[in-house]
């Protein structure tokens, strides 16, 4: 029944490099906006406040699917180009986690104490110093652990570009359904979650070892290590 | 091509959408009530240490929510009917919702369960009250209504997953969008209205949930 599980492992396995890379790609456009848009949120000036108010609400408020499709059917039709769908793919992820993340950011940036600010003052730095070497490594430290949750997220949305056609893990699959039998449906099925798993428990573990480093950078313990082996969350 | 944005064509493809948001809507209150009560026997099982079964349950809540919805759907959409259990796109698509979302679920009780003061074991054990009524005379009633936001936002978020369902041939709002575009050619009204239509329901839920938030923080 399993003779084909070497061409079933072989298949997906090609999917990993793509989903990585969307993954990949995609965190690193999610931090880059969560940064820009979550400072924006914390912002003296209102119509800067506004417009990342705007982006935040609406890549919160709608469906990323919809984005997904929006992006890859509606935008070649509106500019006469097509998107690569891998392309398109990192793009809606970093723009849909992104708008989480910034949550996180502004989050985080208010959660650092009055009293560092004013010690700031005190020691005249100027609000570049003081942002880059007194508030952004206190908040980091808090929006650790929330990032690690946004990239499982993110991670696992990888999965929906299987639908615009990029040849990830999932679509590997779908290609391989229609021609196997029985258990091995089953068998392809498992080993897809199996990677993703696999893939989470990386994200996580690199996360940790950042969390460790940004705690120490401030002087504080490593927060309790915490039970949950992928996502991290204790129960 | 008649411009950008054809407005008799936006108003004739509405009624469809309107329809496909019904299902959508129908996909989650059905998700939402398998995911708030599987999520609370997951939570029981859990707090209460059954043995052996509690690590079973506590390593299968880690690995559901680490692994994409999609791939769950499909297991159960496509893998189910070997073993003879046929099911319907929407019957398939709610148990995946549900299931996955009970993962969080249970997380989410399992927080409130624990904010329920030491004290109250102890008096229901000094009652000896029996174990049933413990949970749901004494401990759930105090617990539930604290988590209610965090449970009002996992609705929001799943409503916003249902589109992924139409990989297993639920026909929900896009799903219908795509259609009306295949046959239309013009995908710009579909798929733009079905993206306000999200909107239109997810701002003013979580305007909801917020309020909820903040009654629970002042309560």
Known sequence: MLDNLPLILSSLAAGVPPTVFAAVGGIALTIALSAVAGLALLSRHRAVRAVSRVYVEFFRGTSEVVQLFWIFFVLPALVGYQIVPLAAGIVVLGLNHGAYGAEIVRGAVRSVPRAQYDACTALSLSPWDRMRRVVLPQAVVEMLPSF???????LKSTALLSLVVVDEIVRRGQLLVPNLGVGEKLTIYLVELLLYLGLAVLVTSGMRLLER???????????????????GVAM | MTGIWDWGYAVEVLPALLRGLQVTVLATLLGSVLAFALGLVLAIVLRARVPVLHRVVRAFVEFWRSTP???????????????????????????????????????????????VPVGQWEAAAALSLPRSRVWFGVILPQAVPRVLPALGNYVISMFKEVPLLLAIGLVEVVTVARQLSADSFRPVEPLTLAGLLFLLVSLPASILVRRMERRAGAG
């Open chain 1, 148 to 154: 690690t949750n946004l990239f499982i997220q993110l």
């Open chain 2, 69 to 115: 919805l999609l791939v769950q759907a499909y297991v159960i959409y496509q893998v189910l009917p070997d073993v003879g259990i046929t099911l319907g796109s929407l019957a398939a698509g709610v148990i995946a919702l549900g299931l996955h979302y009970a993962c969080y679920t249970s997380e989410v009780y399992r927080a409130g369960i624990e904010a």
């Open chain 1, 213 to 231: 480093r940004a705690a120490a950078r401030v002087g504080r313990p490593p927060t309790a290590a915490r039970s949950g082996f992928a996502t």
